[in-house]
Nanobody, 125 residues
Framework: QVQLVDSGGGLVQAGESLRLSCAAS????????MAWFRQVPGKEREFVAG????????YGADSLKGRFTISRDNAKNTVMLQMNGLKREDTAIYYC??????????????????WGQGTQVTVSS
């Protein structure tokens, strides 16, 4: 079992940055692939970025590369999402997720077993 608590969301101006954090409780955090998803009302949950258990491998949505960076600190059981150059279309609820074991990073939400409660990110122009 893994419990996830997302934080760091807020209201920012377009072009600004935010850093989201996800704190995990439970054992063996480092064996899980971790990911960030986002969702807006009426749409499916969208993959943002994922990271392997060791942190050596990351994978991000093509449309977000260069602006969003995922990282993790296994000693602190946390995973972070650094978001730079935010745009209005980045407005969404962002969710942290823990998924399969190993190095393969799936982009489908159905592959992840544990979810945080979500943190709202609102970008104004």
């Amino acid at each position: 079992q893994v419990q996830l608590v997302d934080s760091g969301g807020g209201l920012v101006q377009a072009g600004e940055s935010l850093r989201l954090s996800c704190a995990a409780s439970g054992r063996s955090f480092s064996v899980y692939v971790m990911a960030w998803f986002r969702q807006v009302p009426g749409k499916e949950r969208e993959f943002v970025a994922g990271i392997s258990g060791t942190g050596r491998t990351t994978y991000g949505a093509d449309s977000l590369k260069g602006r969003f960076t995922i990282s993790r600190d296994n000693a602190k059981n946390t995973v972070m999402l650094q978001m730079n150059g935010l745009k209005r279309e980045d407005t969404a609820i962002y969710y942290c997720a823990a998924g399969p074991l190993g190095a393969w990073i799936p982009s489908a939400a159905s592959a992840y077993d544990y979810w945080g409660q979500g943190t709202q990110v609102t970008v104004s122009s």
